[in-house]
Each structure stands twice: as structure tokens, then as C-alpha cells.
């Protein structure tokens, strides 16, 4: 038995980042995004139709930390009038941003409470989300969570409540053009993450399994081609499509090992999370082979019938894109990846994995 759910409405495609107005319609609305000249001019465009946002919240750079939320969270409650909706203009980090200001109503005690004491939260307050991602990675337009991350203490936390998910994701592939060539690769790769972390995945299913297979197989034709050609809309198109449809499919299941590898690896070196979270992808899907029929087929309709040469096939496409398969490139020792890889093996996202790695506990 198997379920497979998603209650997002998707608006795709070049320029449909023009129906904000329409959407947003008579609601106040709040606007989360990047202090960046380029995000400021389209919020401008969004005010022809909208008016303006009773609060603009620009104060996330990337990686959302518990003491930027919670100034975020501060100045939403300080709009002269309640947001009816919020609007996220921007990457992972502004739609995850938008998540927790939404859930928080003003309060981001409200938020920690639940992400370290595990106190409910009421998803009937929380403020709906119109997401409009700006990159083609982190599927978080369509997923019900988001990353928190606590630099000082060196912890992430993952909120998660199924009123999270936006009621609308605008997905504007032109909105991606600007996006340079590292932000291009770091994202493009996260979302090959998600779609192979959702196949070897203990709720993987038919749905979320096709989804993730058009995701990897688009992604690895077109993502090189797009690094020769960051200017191409018909590449960018393509690659905003397929980081959709990976975040559909990983809606559903969550990531896995390779994710929580990746969480103190960006924590303690900085390592950008799409790279943090695909370099080991290889390493992860050696460890999945053989453990499930369903798997390793999924697998195969992407990487081909011979799943060794399938797993090296995935290295040559990451180090051909200038990204090192070994640990040692992201300071850690052998001793150190045994110690991560064993102590992300028993985190949540670790324990779905399906497959078991062969390192010495
Ligand atoms: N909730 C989820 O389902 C989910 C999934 C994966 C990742 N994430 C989170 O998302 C975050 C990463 O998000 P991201 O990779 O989209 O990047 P990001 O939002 O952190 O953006 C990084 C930088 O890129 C710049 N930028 C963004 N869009 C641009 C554009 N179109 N043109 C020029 N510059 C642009 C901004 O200056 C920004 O500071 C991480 O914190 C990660 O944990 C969340
Ligand atoms: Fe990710």
C-alpha cells in the first residue's frame, strides 16, 4: 500500500511570475526576499497590481539562522496591518524563511518552542504562502518543511507541519537567469539530491519514484550544457522543471543519508548545501544497491542497466562539473567521515535511507 500527496497549485513557465498580482487579489500581503536591487525592482512590478506589502522582511542573506528569524518574525508582527498572505520571492533560504514567519505569527518563540521542545503547533494560524522560487533547486515551493539553522550552536533543525506547504508556487524560469554559474551548480545539484534521495528512500512509491526519475534524468543532460550557457532560457526551462518535479517527489518521502551528511559538513565548513549534499550521492548509492528490487530498478531507468557502472557514471557527471567525490576535499579525515557518516546514518533523514553503509561503526 502507498500514498502519494501534494496540495500545491503550480503556476509554471516564462513570465508566470506576472499573475502575482492576480493571486495575491485584495489580500494584504507581507513580501519575504533578498535585500537585492533586482528582487526590490520585480516587487516593485508586483505593486502596479497588489499595492503595496504591508511589511517587506529582507533581512536573510542565505542558510535562514535561528537570530535572523527571529528579527523577521519581529518585524511581521510590527506590520500596521495583519498580512493576510506572504509572498516569498526568492531562493530555499527566503521560501523557508517565509515558512517560519509564517508559522510563527509574530512570536519565533513559537517556532523554537516546537523545533527544540517539540511543543504542537495550530497550522490553522498560519499565514498561506505564494512561493516564487528565484533558483532551481530546493523544491521548497512545493514541500511542507523548512531547514533552520543555528550557527552558534552548530544545530539544524528541520520544521515540518503540513500547513507549510505554499498554497501557490509560481515557478518563473526567467526569474533563474540572472543566477551566477556556483549558485547555478550548487542548486541544480541539490535537486539531483533530492530526486535520488527520494528513490533510495524507505517511502519511496510509483508516483514520487517517476517523478524523481524525469527529475535525474533531466538534470543530467542538462545541467552541464547550462554551465557553458548560463544565458539560455530554454536550458533554464528545462532545469526549473525538473528541480519541480524533484521537489514532488521528495515532497512525499524526504531526503536521506546524503542530506544528513550534508547538514554539519555546511555547519563546520561552509560548504554550500547543494554541493554538501550531492558529493557523497555516489558513495550513498553503492550503498543502496542490492537492498531493494524496486529501487535498484528505479535506479536503472536513470543510470542505466549496470548499476557499478551506473554509480561511476555519477562520478564522472559530478567531478566533470568540478565537484570532488572524496571527503578529504571537505577537510575531513577518514576518521571524520566514519564519524559523520555513522552519526547521519542515525539522524531522521539518515534512517530513511534504505541501505546500509559499509564503514566500521
Ligand atoms: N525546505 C526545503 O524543502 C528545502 C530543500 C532544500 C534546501 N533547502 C534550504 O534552502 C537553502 C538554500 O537555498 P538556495 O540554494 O535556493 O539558495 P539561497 O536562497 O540560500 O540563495 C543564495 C544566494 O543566492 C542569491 N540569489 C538567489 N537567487 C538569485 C538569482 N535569481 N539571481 C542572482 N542571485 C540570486 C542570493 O543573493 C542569496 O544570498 C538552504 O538553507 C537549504 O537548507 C530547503
Ligand atoms: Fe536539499
Same mark, same amino acid.
Request: a neutral charge; glycine letters at 10%.
Given at each position: 500500500?502507498?500514498?502519494?500527496?501534494?496540495?500545491?497549485?503550480?503556476e509554471f513557465g516564462a513570465g508566470a511570475a506576472g499573475k502575482l498580482g492576480k493571486i495575491i487579489g485584495r489580500r494584504r500581503w507581507a513580501l519575504v526576499t533578498y535585500d537585492m536591487p533586482v528582487f526590490r525592482g520585480i516587487a516593485a512590478s508586483i505593486q502596479a497590481e497588489a499595492g503595496p506589502p504591508s511589511v517587506v522582511i529582507d533581512n536573510i542573506v542565505t542558510?535562514?539562522?535561528v537570530r535572523d528569524l527571529a528579527l523577521s518574525c519581529r518585524q511581521f508582527a510590527a506590520a500596521p496591518s495583519k498580512p493576510e498572505v506572504i509572498v516569498a520571492l526568492g531562493g530555499g533560504s527566503i521560501i523557508d524563511a517565509a515558512k517560519v514567519v509564517a508559522a510563527a505569527q $509574530?512570536?519565533?518563540?513559537?517556532?523554537?518552542?516546537?523545533?527544540?521542545?517539540?511543543?504542537?503547533?495550530? $497550522?490553522?494560524?498560519?499565514?498561506?504562502?505564494?512561493?516564487?522560487?528565484?533558483t532551481a533547486g530546493t523544491g521548497s515551493e512545493v514541500t511542507s518543511w523548512a531547514t533552520v539553522w543555528d550557527q552558534e550552536s552548530g544545530n539544524k533543525y528541520s520544521l515540518a507541519h503540513g500547513a507549510l506547504y505554499p498554497e501557490v508556487a509560481i515557478v518563473d524560469p526567467q526569474l533563474t537567469l540572472g543566477a551566477p554559474q556556483g549558485l547555478t551548480l550548487a542548486t541544480g545539484l541539490d535537486a539531483l539530491s533530492h530526486a535520488l534521495e527520494s528513490i533510495w528512500n524507505v517511502s519511496a512509491n510509483p508516483i514520487s519514484s517517476n517523478h524523481a526519475v524525469a527529475a535525474a534524468r533531466e538534470i543530467?543532460?542538462?545541467?552541464?550544457?547550462?554551465?557553458?550557457?548560463?544565458?539560455?532560457? %530554454?536550458?533554464? %526551462? +528545462?532545469?526549473?522543471?525538473a528541480a519541480l518535479m524533484a521537489g514532488l517527489a521528495f515532497s512525499n518521502?524526504?531526503?536521506?543519508?546524503?542530506?544528513?551528511?550534508?547538514?554539519?559538513?555546511?555547519?563546520?565548513?561552509?560548504?554550500?548545501h547543494g554541493i554538501a549534499c550531492s558529493f557523497s550521492l555516489p558513495t550513498v548509492m553503492r550503498w543502496s544497491l542490492g537492498r531493494?528490487?524496486?529501487?535498484?530498478?528505479?535506479? +536503472?531507468?536513470?543510470?542505466?542497466?549496470?548499476?557499478?557502472?551506473?554509480?561511476?557514471?555519477?562520478?564522472?557527471?559530478? %567531478?566533470?562539473?568540478?565537484?570532488?567525490?572524496r571527503p578529504s576535499s571537505y577537510g575531513l579525515s577518514p576518521a571524520d567521515w566514519r564519524a559523520l557518516v555513522t552519526k547521519?546514518?542515525?539522524g531522521e533523514r539518515g534512517r530513511n535511507f534504505i541501505g546500509r553503509h559499509d564503514l566500521a561503526d
Amino acid at each position: 500500500m502507498w500514498a502519494y500527496s501534494n496540495p500545491v497549485r503550480i503556476e509554471f513557465g516564462a513570465g508566470a511570475a506576472g499573475k502575482l498580482g492576480k493571486i495575491i487579489g485584495r489580500r494584504r500581503w507581507a513580501l519575504v526576499t533578498y535585500d537585492m536591487p533586482v528582487f526590490r525592482g520585480i516587487a516593485a512590478s508586483i505593486q502596479a497590481e497588489a499595492g503595496p506589502p504591508s511589511v517587506v522582511i529582507d533581512n536573510i542573506v542565505t542558510n535562514p539562522d535561528v537570530r535572523d528569524l527571529a528579527l523577521s518574525c519581529r518585524q511581521f508582527a510590527a506590520a500596521p496591518s495583519k498580512p493576510e498572505v506572504i509572498v516569498a520571492l526568492g531562493g530555499g533560504s527566503i521560501i523557508d524563511a517565509a515558512k517560519v514567519v509564517a508559522a510563527a505569527q $509574530g512570536d519565533f518563540a513559537r517556532v523554537m518552542n516546537a523545533l527544540t521542545g517539540g511543543a504542537a503547533l495550530d $497550522g490553522s494560524t498560519f499565514t498561506p504562502i505564494i512561493a516564487v522560487p528565484s533558483t532551481a533547486g530546493t523544491g521548497s515551493e512545493v514541500t511542507s518543511w523548512a531547514t533552520v539553522w543555528d550557527q552558534e550552536s552548530g544545530n539544524k533543525y528541520s520544521l515540518a507541519h503540513g500547513a507549510l506547504y505554499p498554497e501557490v508556487a509560481i515557478v518563473d524560469p526567467q526569474l533563474t537567469l540572472g543566477a551566477p554559474q556556483g549558485l547555478t551548480l550548487a542548486t541544480g545539484l541539490d535537486a539531483l539530491s533530492h530526486a535520488l534521495e527520494s528513490i533510495w528512500n524507505v517511502s519511496a512509491n510509483p508516483i514520487s519514484s517517476n517523478h524523481a526519475v524525469a527529475a535525474a534524468r533531466e538534470i543530467l543532460d542538462v545541467l552541464p550544457k547550462l554551465m557553458k550557457d548560463l544565458g539560455n532560457a %530554454e536550458l533554464r %526551462e +528545462r532545469q526549473a522543471r525538473a528541480a519541480l518535479m524533484a521537489g514532488l517527489a521528495f515532497s512525499n518521502t524526504k531526503t536521506a543519508l546524503a542530506h544528513n551528511i550534508s547538514y554539519d559538513i555546511t555547519l563546520h565548513a561552509g560548504t554550500v548545501h547543494g554541493i554538501a549534499c550531492s558529493f557523497s550521492l555516489p558513495t550513498v548509492m553503492r550503498w543502496s544497491l542490492g537492498r531493494s528490487a524496486a529501487c535498484d530498478a528505479t535506479l +536503472r531507468r536513470i543510470l542505466g542497466d549496470d548499476l557499478t557502472v551506473g554509480a561511476e557514471r555519477l562520478t564522472a557527471f559530478l %567531478e566533470g562539473l568540478g565537484v570532488s567525490t572524496r571527503p578529504s576535499s571537505y577537510g575531513l579525515s577518514p576518521a571524520d567521515w566514519r564519524a559523520l557518516v555513522t552519526k547521519a546514518s542515525q539522524g531522521e533523514r539518515g534512517r530513511n535511507f534504505i541501505g546500509r553503509h559499509d564503514l566500521a561503526d
